[in-house]
């Protein structure tokens, strides 16, 4: 498992990063089922109990961590995902690509938008994926219509990598065009030592 090699929680500014706890839960779907942000995240939980089913059987709490508000309420205000794969190689070098990627992700509570808090959780992200994880490259997707998470992306100094014309399908839009934005260790290190 990723996190457990890493000490928790991180410190932002204004958050603490740290793995979801089941007493987190019902936090966490609070914010995901909120139609404006379902909108735009693969699925819109209806049921809480069918939430909880999905993630225990795709695994998906294994890659979530929560953004909570520092101060005496340690308010849970949304979750990171945080995927590592393999990045592609031959055969002969294949151990090389292993866990060489990772894909990351975000949703944020409503009440909390517009603050730059999701800005600056992924920005402690992609660093713990560069520095901790030794991570290469750092991918996020996202339905081109999202114009807030694109803007995130580019804050983070990733780059949209590939514009696919209506291959996404979105529940209420129809066929719309997808995105997948990247930034590579290198260039990651690049903009912050200068």
């Not at 999905?54 to 695994?59: D, E, I, P, V, Y």
């Not at 508000?69 to 151990?95: F, K, S």
């Not at 713990?128 to 580019?154: K, Y």
């Amino acid at each position: 498992m990723t996190f457990e090699r890493l000490s928790w929680p991180r410190r932002t500014d204004r958050l603490l990063i740290r793995p979801a706890r089941t007493t987190d839960l019902p936090a966490v779907f609070a914010v995901r089922s909120d139609p404006g942000v379902a909108e735009w995240m693969p699925d819109h939980p209806t049921s809480y109990d069918d939430w909880l089913i999905r993630l225990g059987r795709t695994g998906a709490i294994d890659r979530m961590l929560v953004m909570e508000l520092e101060g005496p309420d340690r308010t849970v205000i949304g979750d990171l995902y945080l995927h590592l794969t393999d990045g592609w190689a031959q055969a002969e070098v294949r151990e090389g690509g292993h866990q060489a990627e990772a894909e990351i992700g975000w949703a944020l509570s409503p009440d909390h938008q517009g603050r730059g808090y999701v800005s600056e959780a992924a920005a402690e992200l992609v660093r713990i994926c560069v520095e901790d994880l030794g991570v290469r490259r750092v991918t996020a997707q996202a339905f081109a219509d999202n114009g807030p998470s694109l803007r995130i992306m580019e804050k983070l100094g990733m780059v949209c990598e590939s514009h696919t014309r209506r291959e996404s399908l979105h529940r209420r839009l129809g066929w719309i065009d997808g995105v997948v934005y990247a930034v590579l260790a290198d260039d990651w290190r690049a903009t912050r030592d200068g």
